[in-house]
């Protein structure tokens, strides 16, 4: 490309999209570059004369390299977490991602409700040697089950992980205030019932966002080369 202007802004874009992806490791930035590199150029070739103004139309199809590395570092993220089994990378992922848009914020509010979920059992299951007569697995009158805390005064709340009709089907948090006795169903028991259900909910909760990543990423090209590929 012989315009020394035209040339100097293709580097200029360049530069500006290694920047944003200055969070990925040093041979995938460095690929995401020379392939955009090269896809521009061939833009810029095919279309006959070049001058400032081609290269200015073509760069601006291709999009916002700023955009464009944001983009590229999200996808980037998800096909790492897609493979891990880690409750805390999960997390980290779907918090990024959900600054993209109604999926990702889908994932996260799964993802905190059901870590959340098995963290309350975790928690149960250790702490019901030192709090015996406080933590268990609690039935109302009004036929709410809940995992977790209760004072044992009336009218009093029950936090933790309820279930049942009144606690509007799930609730994690807290329930109440109930105003009649409330039993306790499993006693001793809770810690291995809590450990068994703690481990469930996580090993569920990870399958789900690994499955709504993966279909976020199915049939996806990397961000900036997905609209490389659509620049006219």
Same mark, same amino acid.
């Given at each position: 490309? =012989?315009?020394?202007?035209?040339?100097?802004?293709?580097?200029?874009?360049?530069?500006?999209?290694?920047?944003? /992806?200055?969070?990925?490791?040093?041979?995938?930035?460095?690929?995401?570059?020379?392939?955009?590199?090269?896809?521009?150029?061939?833009?810029?070739?095919?279309?006959?004369?070049?001058?400032?103004?081609?290269?200015?139309?073509?760069?601006?199809?291709?999009?916002?390299?700023?955009?464009?590395?944001?983009?590229?570092?999200?996808?980037?993220?998800?096909?790492?977490?897609?493979?891990?089994?880690?409750?805390?990378?999960?997390?980290?992922?779907?918090?990024?991602?959900?600054?993209?848009?109604?999926?990702?914020?889908?994932?996260?509010?799964?993802?905190?409700?059901?870590?959340?979920?098995?963290?309350? %059992?975790?928690?149960?299951?250790?702490?019901?040697?030192?709090?015996?007569?406080?933590?268990?697995?609690?039935?109302?009158?009004?036929?709410?089950?809940?995992?977790?805390? !209760?004072?044992?005064?009336?009218?009093?709340?029950?936090?933790?992980?309820?279930?049942?009709?009144?606690?509007?089907?799930?609730?994690?948090?807290?329930?109440?205030?109930?105003?009649? =006795?409330?039993?306790? /169903?499993?006693?001793?028991?809770?810690?291995?019932?809590?450990?068994?259900?703690? !481990?469930?909910?996580?090993?569920?909760?990870?399958? %789900?966002?690994?499955? /709504?990543?993966?279909?976020?990423?199915?049939?996806?090209?990397?961000?900036?080369?997905?609209?490389?590929?659509?620049?006219?």
């Amino acid at each position: 490309m =012989p315009h020394d202007d035209a040339t100097q802004a293709v580097e200029l874009y360049l530069s500006r999209l290694r920047k944003g /992806l200055r969070g990925l490791p040093a041979p995938d930035r460095d690929d995401i570059v020379e392939e955009i590199r090269g896809h521009v150029l061939e833009r810029i070739e095919s279309g006959g004369t070049v001058t400032p103004q081609a290269v200015d139309t073509v760069l601006r199809a291709v999009g916002d390299p700023d955009q464009l590395a944001r983009q590229y570092g999200t996808d980037a993220m998800l096909r790492h977490a897609v493979a891990s089994r880690s409750p805390w990378l999960l997390l980290r992922t779907t918090a990024g991602w959900a600054r993209r848009g109604a999926a990702g914020l889908v994932a996260l509010l799964l993802a905190l409700a059901g870590y959340g979920s098995a963290l309350v %059992c975790y928690a149960c299951a250790v702490a019901k040697p030192l709090f015996p007569s406080h933590l268990g697995m609690w039935v109302t009158p009004e036929r709410t089950v809940t995992i977790g805390y !209760f004072s044992g005064r009336l009218p009093s709340e029950l936090m933790g992980l309820s279930v049942g009709p009144t606690a509007g089907l799930v609730v994690l948090g807290t329930f109440g205030p109930t105003q009649g =006795p409330v039993r306790e /169903l499993l006693g001793p028991w809770l810690t291995p019932a809590g450990v068994v259900a703690g !481990f469930l909910l996580a090993l569920a909760t990870t399958w %789900c966002v690994r499955r /709504l990543i993966a279909r976020r990423l199915q049939g996806r090209r990397p961000g900036p080369l997905a609209a490389a590929a659509a620049a006219p």
